[in-house]
């Protein structure tokens, strides 16, 4: 069908977007987005959880594995992770919206086994996706937003943006009309994989730590 195939050429969640509602609307619509092809393997939309009141907003790349199984955010090992280091932050679990910049799980399949490998979303799939975090920061609108890692990044910063140099300070969130501010730090999924955990691992408890002085 050519205006299927046209829409999927253009890779973008917006005609997908309800054009009124709260977040329970959003969720609801964009279990049903194809913007982009990652709906079509992975099982279903991982929205964003927590509450329209919250003052923080955290954004990580995609769901993983277990996210996909679940549907919903940081319920596997990056998650878990990351709730210990906010916990160090002093942050309050109850005052978070947790979400990602993609809504789909991106993977390939290793040659012989059945394990799912987590694949980095392509800029063209974070744009596409990005109606639908746009959509939650407007209908959150935090007071501050944390990034968490480089696609989160470049999603609300821009494809320039890099975490070795861009993290750690709050900053006006670009294009945002009500005064949110954002700061970028590591993932948690790459304090995971890396040889120098431990001090990975300090630095995003002291970027957590900035960002709860910043509220
Ligand atoms: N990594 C992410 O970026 N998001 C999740 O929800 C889980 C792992
Ligand atoms: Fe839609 Fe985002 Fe899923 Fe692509 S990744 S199909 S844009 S929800």
Known sequence: MGGAEGREAAYDATPFLPDRGGLPAHRKAAAGCW?????RDATGTVFGRGGSGARLMLVGEQPGDQEDREGAPFVGPAGRLLFRALAEAG???????VTNAVKHFKFTREETGKRRIHKAPSLRETLACR????????????E????????????????????GTDRGVPRPLPGDGNGTRVLATVHPSAVLRSPRREEMYAGLVADLRTAADAL
Do not use: Q
Request: net charge negative.
């Open 35 to 39: 913007g982009c092809p990652l709906h």
């Open 91 to 97: 942050i309050d679990e109850d005052d978070l919206y």
């Open 131 to 142: 109606p639908w975090l746009l959509a939650e920061l407007r209908l959150v609108s935090p």
């Open 144 to 163: 501050l937003v944390v990034t968490l890692g480089a696609t989160a990044g470049r999603a609300l910063l821009g494809p320039s943006f890099r975490v």
